[in-house]
């Protein structure tokens, strides 16, 4: 079967796309006191290190970026076949009364965003939790619903959305695979 | 790349990747302790059994504080206080065990191969926690992970091991260890206590002089003399022992001048090690403790399994 690859974002619609999240999130935080942003490895971290510096660009002051490995937390390890190697944890700032900002870069089942909201709680009790997500695709398997979006894509289960990143991390493009 | 053993008898049988999977995963797992709860619910619903057929305080605690980090349910059994004392055989006793459904069981025995033999027996995972004179291996992964830190790498260190290495299990899990990761093995100790032939198992040379085996090596591994074992008529004295084969401040300048001094534990102070050296700055014994329980939750979690679906 041919793969069949269509564009949905390419670089300058990504780096809108941000960029209004960025405005959004001030917006719904008034400014950036107690903000802090933590990306869901690997792909939520780079875009969550992305917020950071357009957020920084427009309020002048610094954001955090944690980076958090939901692998510890999955609910779909089961049976006997090898694990999937553990990614590192890094949240070097405490989440107590903070507003914690959970970056991912695609946003499909929801269970991901479960898992990373576990890993988070067990490092503190935070003030609240929003989501920001560059792609929500649907098919939600949880009641969870993202507060910032970059797009909407409708797409069916069978499709894959991959969000391309370039040697310095930064985001070039989304792709809808079929 | 993922590990595809069920159990985990000794670094013999593992490869370098697999190693190397191991460490990272023990080092990415560190955090957690570091953490306000520390505990992640990977493992719940497991049961891990702690049995222990010979004294220990530090790898049984490590192995049970592991498991407990990662969620699993833990039950300790020593052999004074089990059925052994009352002549119940391994095979025994690992079938009564397992008809209690088990996940892992975590061993030490004191015969070498007795894992190898629960392991073709029993369903679930089996993790040695030292057998015998044979493998000691999660000793031997968290020595490995303790110079990493350090050094960034195995590859390329010199190693030196002094003391009784026929019975050591820690020594052999650090040769088969440390060869498979690229670093060269000097091992030192009285002629009673060297194995004819150590040198074939890689990249290892034997030294019957201590300070040829110290000079110039980035790592200084000391044995613990088993007094307990063999060790008293394999010596003429503990002072002549301490003398020749222990490591001082007159000795450890012989080193690199920042190598790093390594135990097992527990140690006989002023037998193999000088507590001046012991409490020395150059000394990362309370490390390699605490670098346990990480590579321990590594093992736990890599024999467990698991299965992701498949889309």
């Keep these: ?178 | 790349m993922g590990f595809k053993h069920k159990d985990i008898i000794g670094l013999q049988d593992l490869t370098r990747e697999e190693i190397q999977l191991l460490l990272d995963t023990a080092e990415n797992m560190k955090e957690i302790s570091d953490r306000d709860i520390k505990k992640v619910p990977t493992l719940r619903g497991k049961t891990v059994v702690n049995v222990f057929y010979e004294a220990s305080t530090r790898t049984r605690t490590s192995f049970e504080i592991a498991a407990k980090r990662l969620s699993a349910d833990t039950i300790n059994i020593s052999a004074s206080t089990s059925s052994t004392t009352k002549g119940e055989t391994l095979s025994d006793t690992a079938l009564n065990i397992l008809a209690m459904k088990p996940d892992i069981i975590v061993m030490r025995h004191a015969a070498s191969g007795a894992h190898h033999y629960l392991a073709q027996r029993v369903s679930c995972s089996v993790i040695n926690a030292g057998d015998g004179a044979h493998e000691h291996p999660s000793q031997g992964l968290l020595d490995m992970l303790t110079m990493r830190q350090k050094f960034g790498t195995i590859e390329g260190l010199k190693v030196a091991i002094v003391g009784d290495i026929t019975h050591s299990r820690v020594a052999r899990s650090a040769i088969f260890g440390l060869t498979k990761m690229g670093a060269a093995v000097c091992l030192a100790g009285p002629p009673t206590m060297m194995p004819p032939g150590i040198e074939r198992l890689g990249n290892v040379t034997v030294c019957t002089d201590m300070r040829d085996a110290i000079e110039g090596a980035d790592v200084v591994m000391m044995l613990r003399i088993q007094l307990e074992r063999q060790g008293k008529t394999l010596l003429p004295t503990l002072r002549e022992y301490a003398r020749y084969y222990g490591l001082n401040p007159g000795n450890l300048p012989l080193a690199k001048k920042d190598a790093m001094v390594m135990h097992p534990g527990p140690i006989n102070r002023g037998v193999e090690l000088s507590s001046y050296v012991a409490d020395g700055d150059q000394s990362y014994i309370l490390k390699q403790v605490e670098n346990g329980v990480a590579v321990r939750m590594s093992m736990l979690y890599h024999v467990s399994g698991g299965e992701l679906p498949t889309e």
């Design chain 1, 1 to 178: 079967m041919a793969e069949e690859k269509t564009t949905i974002l390419d670089g300058v619609g990504v780096k809108r796309a941000l960029t209004r999240i960025a405005h959004e999130i001030l917006e719904r935080n008034k400014g950036i006191a107690d903000l802090v942003l933590v990306g869901i490895r690997t792909g939520g971290v780079h875009l969550a290190r992305e917020l950071s510096a357009r957020l920084e660009e427009i309020e002048g002051g610094r954001v955090p970026v944690g980076e958090v490995d939901i692998t510890l937390y999955r609910d779909d390890v089961k049976g006997h076949a090898p694990h999937l190697p553990v990614g590192k944890t890094d949240i070097p700032f405490s989440v107590e009364k903070m507003k914690v900002v959970l970056v991912d870069d695609v946003l499909f089942t929801g269970r991901t965003i479960r898992a990373a909201m576990d890993a988070i709680m067990d490092h503190g009790r935070p003030d609240c939790i929003q989501l920001a997500v560059l792609i929500d695709r649907g098919h939600r398997e949880l009641p969870i619903r993202a507060d910032f979006v970059g797009r909407n894509v409708p797409t069916s289960r069978k499709e894959n959305i991959v969000v391309m990143f370039d040697a310095d991390n930064r985001p070039t493009e989304v792709v809808l695979e079929k």
